[in-house]
Every structure is written in structure tokens, then in C-alpha cells.
């Protein structure tokens, strides 16, 4: 058979009221030349039946069984199967614009470096508005060339894991998804970001991202903050972290909670940084309180902004460049 120029890896588990809108969205790429390898990870109503009648109506939909248990090995089963050098994900209650995929692999095509590649989304959902999540979303959707990406991707997750295409060669030298206690897309990007992996984002809003109760971000424990934090220090400990003292700028709940984690893995928090009057000299988890002025009195520290106010991270930032700290190697946002 003639390989495919686009795999899509679509796992499927109990979407019957949003599979067949998924597919259609599929069927109906302006990019005729991918196809769909979904995998079934045992799914209880009728979404194999969907699949089934899908792949009798266009044989570049290609149904397979879960060899295990979960996303993770779905995943993995899918991206094993798949027959092209590029790799789209996508997931049963999502739909992507008829555009996605030849948008996506054009960029690919002209930027021979490039190794994930996301595109902007559409929040959609019948549960009313969640400030929280469209606030993500904006902040998502601002992110778009790869030191953009880079810099925050100690922040939250900056590439919505169903709008990523990315290169196979890159996927299999990273082992695929990781099987583990935590969020498996995250901590592929934190992977390839360490392997030297080039990130973008189109600016073109190409999928409609379904937010519900029963979101697995809402609703599994492998995606709560605390799994995420574990991996962004894990992550920083091979890097920018590696043998330094922590300053955290912040004092507040999100710089209280990194204290307590890096005080918790036998790092060294030599101070909290603030500008709020009524917080200065106070002592937190042992460390003293001191304001901006005094905050680059701790050499060598690997300094972190570690804020949840809106604007407070890029005030940070400014204070950080006024007083000679690099973003980067010197200072990393942290949420």
C-alpha cells in the first residue's frame, strides 16, 4: 500500500454521542492523503460499532484493538501501526477544521526542523462557561512560535494535545507516551523540549475543543496539579536546576505550594521575593521574605516566577531583566 502522508492516532473509549462528528470532521480534510488508525481501548458502548461503519465507507480508517489498558497503550498502539512520517493526533470528542491537516503538513514540508506542531482551538461544551478553562485557552492560543512555547512550558501544558501533529522519527526516539502515574502528553513535551525538539503553533484556530464534567483533566487523578509539578521539577532538576539554590518570587499559594515540593525532594529554597509591603521580612518554610531589590542577593540561584495573578508574571519578568536574570537559564515561570 502506498504510505499515507498523515497517520491520525484517534484512541476511542465510550464516545458514541461525539465519534461520529470526529470522523466526519476527518472524512472531510481538504488533505485526502492520511489516514485514521483508531484504536479501540475497549470501549463499552457503541463506539466500535461507529468505527466499524466508518472503516466499510473509506478504507483509509483503519480500526485496531487496545493491546492493553488505557490511553497511554492506545496511543502506542496507534503510533506502532501508523504508516507515515507524520503524526496527528486527535481525539473522539474533539472536531478540527477541514484545513487542519494540509495546513499542518505544508509547515512540516517548510520547515524541515520542526517536530511538533499545534494549532490554535475553539473552546465548545454544554457546560457553561468556565472562566478557568477559557483563560487557559487565551493563554494557549497566545503562544505560538517555539521560544514563546519554550518559555512557558513550565506553566502549563502549552500545546493542546489532539491539534499536535508531530514527526514519527521524533516519537519513536522518545520510546512513544510514557506509561506512568501522570499526564502523558506533558511529559512528552517535556521530553522532546530536553531531546532538542523545535515547537510551533499555527495562528489559525483548527480544532474545537469539547470542555465537559467529564474531562479527564477534571476527572482523573493523573492529571491533578500536584502529578504536574512532580514532572516540572523532575524536569528541572536535569536541567536549569541541577545543583542550585531555588529563589521563588511569590509568596503566595502557587510559590507556597513549590516551596513545600522542592523543600520535599531536598532542595535548597534560599528566599521568597515579593512586593506586597505587608509579606517583606516575614520567614516562609524557613526562608527569609526580601523585596525585588534584594532578590539577585543569592548566587547562582536558579531563580522561579511562581504566580497565578494575571500580570504578575510578566511584572516579574521585567523586575528579573532590570536586574540582569536570563530567562531561561536563570529565571523559569513555574505554575
Sequence with gaps: MTRPRVSVLLPVRDAEATLGECLASLSAQTLADHEVVA???HATDGSRAILEEAARRDPRVRVLDNPGQGLVAALNAAGT??????????????????????LQAACFQAAPDLS???????????????????AYVRWLNGLLDHEAIVRDLFVESPLAHPTVMMRAEMLAGLG???????????????????????????????????????RLSRTDPRYAPARFRDLKIRALEAGALARRPAVVWGAGPVGKGWSRALRARGHEVAAFVEV???RLGQRIHGAPVVPVAEAAATVGALHLAAVGRPGAREEIRRHAARLG???????????
Design 116 to 134: 511538533v506542531l499545534g494549532t490554535c482551538v475553539r473552546l465548545v461544551g454544554e457546560s457553561g462557561p468556565n472562566e478557568g478553562m477559557r
Design 276 to 278: 506586597h509591603p505587608g
Design 325 to 335: 536574570l536570563r530567562e531561561g537559564s536563570d529565571l523559569i515561570a513555574v505554575a
Design 39 to 41: 484504536v479501540d481501548d
Design 176 to 214: 512513544g507516551y510514557r506509561a506512568f502515574d501522570g499526564p502523558e502528553d506533558y511529559d512528552l513535551w517535556l521530553r522532546a523540549q530536553a531531546a532538542g525538539a523545535q515547537f510551533a503553533k499555527l495562528p489559525e484556530v483548527l480544532l474545537d475543543w469539547r470542555d465537559g464534567p467529564g
Design 81 to 102: 501501526a501508523a504508516r507515515a512520517a507524520l503524526l496527528a493526533r486527535m481525539d473522539a470528542d474533539d472536531v478540527c477544521h477541514p484545513e487542519r491537516l494540509r
